[in-house]
């Protein structure tokens, strides 16, 4: 089984940018589908990237569009989230998840928690 873990989140003023990395361990991601997610309290988690383990395909929500890249390095295990130009609106605890629907595969990391404010 995969083991997801998130890390690079932190405190940022607005217009401010962090990298959020996914490691993981027990497999290679490069097999997976991965997206992230983010989920303030009381509410829905939402998608903000994903990208396609077969032909490396990316998505973005129109929220994030510009702001957000996702990238892999498969010779770290890693998958990576860029994020530009925060605001307060991007405050929330941000997840990776590894798919793999076929297979019925489907693991989360623990989360890391991004905060924008001045």
């Known amino acids: 089984h995969l083991q997801l873990v998130e890390s690079g989140g932190g405190l940022v003023q607005p217009g401010g940018s962090l990298r959020l990395s996914c490691v993981a361990s027990g497999g290679t991601l490069d097999r997976y589908a991965i997206a992230w997610f983010r989920q303030v309290p009381g509410k829905e988690r939402e998608a903000v990237s994903c990208t396609s383990g077969y032909d490396g395909s990316k998505n973005y929500p129109q929220s994030v569009e510009g702001r957000f890249t996702i990238s892999r390095d498969n010779a770290k295990n890693t998958v990576y989230l860029q994020m530009n130009n925060l605001g307060p609106e991007d405050t929330a605890n941000y997840y990776c998840?590894?798919?793999?629907?076929?297979?019925?595969?489907?693991?989360w990391g623990q989360g890391t928690p991004v905060t924008v404010s001045s």
């Open positions: 998840r590894a798919l793999r629907l076929l297979a019925a595969e489907e693991y």
